[in-house]
């Protein structure tokens, strides 16, 4: 059985994101489709001095754009993120061990393009977290149909045999057209993750995954859920 995930990209996405990228056998960049402002697609949440705080990349959109058209519109907000981060979580117990392979992301980001500099983090990461997952576009497949229907269409076009969506989906997705292709849908399951020793403040499960790797280095899998392989 053949069972992928299908998830826009988003920027340094929470811990969460890269386990369903773990769970499946190809995960599917699905950026094609609008993009959604005040969302997760450029900014996600950190921890600065115990208070959750947006880190936003600043970039050039209209209502008609699809995610994968979204430019940056300032040059420098890599500079200016790594430097926030610095400042966040400089005394994280393992930010000495972690920190030169994040500002390495951060040093010089090959795209002008949000969804190409969202792929290249995800990437990387996934590569420090020990995962394997095959990463493809949704571009690279022909599909179509209405929101149901894409999804469906997209998985038979990888060869799919069973999907497994966010839980968020659960509102909208019609569980009735997978049926009658023989599709499995699953859900994923995001409860009772392991509290791990976070700088500042309340404990917070949803940070970007840069919060447990700079917190607990080549420890971050243990509180992970299908990341199985220990970070090099």
Not at 65 to 75: A, G, N, P, W
Not at 93 to 106: C, G, K, M, N, P
Not at 135 to 151: A, F, M, N, R, V
Not at 184 to 195: A, K, N
Request: aromatic content about 14%; proline content about 3%.
């Amino acid at each position: 059985m053949k069972k992928v995930a299908i998830l826009q990209s988003n920027y340094i996405p929470w811990k969460g994101y890269f386990d369903i990228i773990a769970a499946v056998d190809e995960f599917i960049i699905y950026d094609d489709v609008q993009f959604t402002p005040r969302d997760w697609r450029n900014r996600n949440k950190i921890k600065v001095n115990g208070q959750l705080q947006w880190l936003t990349i600043p970039v050039y959109h209209s209502r008609s754009d699809r995610i994968c058209d979204v430019k940056v519109s300032f040059d420098d907000w890599n500079v200016k993120h790594w430097r926030t981060l610095q400042m966040s979580y400089g005394r994280a117990s393992a930010f000495r061990d972690t920190s030169e392979f994040v500002e390495e992301l951060y040093r010089s980001p090959r795209s002008a393009y949000l969804s190409q500099i969202n792929v290249e983090f995800i990437r990387a990461i996934s590569d420090f977290l020990g995962i394997d997952t095959r990463i493809t576009h949704s571009s690279e497949y022909s599909y179509g149909g209405d929101k149901s229907e894409k999804l469906l269409t997209l998985c038979k076009a990888a060869g799919a045999d069973c999907y497994l969506s966010g839980p968020a989906a659960k509102s909208y997705l019609d569980i009735s057209l997978f049926d009658q292709e023989n599709m499995t849908v699953e859900w994923m399951d995001y409860s009772d993750y392991p509290e791990y020793r976070q700088t500042g403040g309340e404990f917070v499960h949803g940070v970007s995954i840069l919060d447990l790797i700079f917190n607990t280095g080549s420890l971050a899998c243990s509180y992970m859920k299908f990341v199985k392989h220990p970070a090099p």
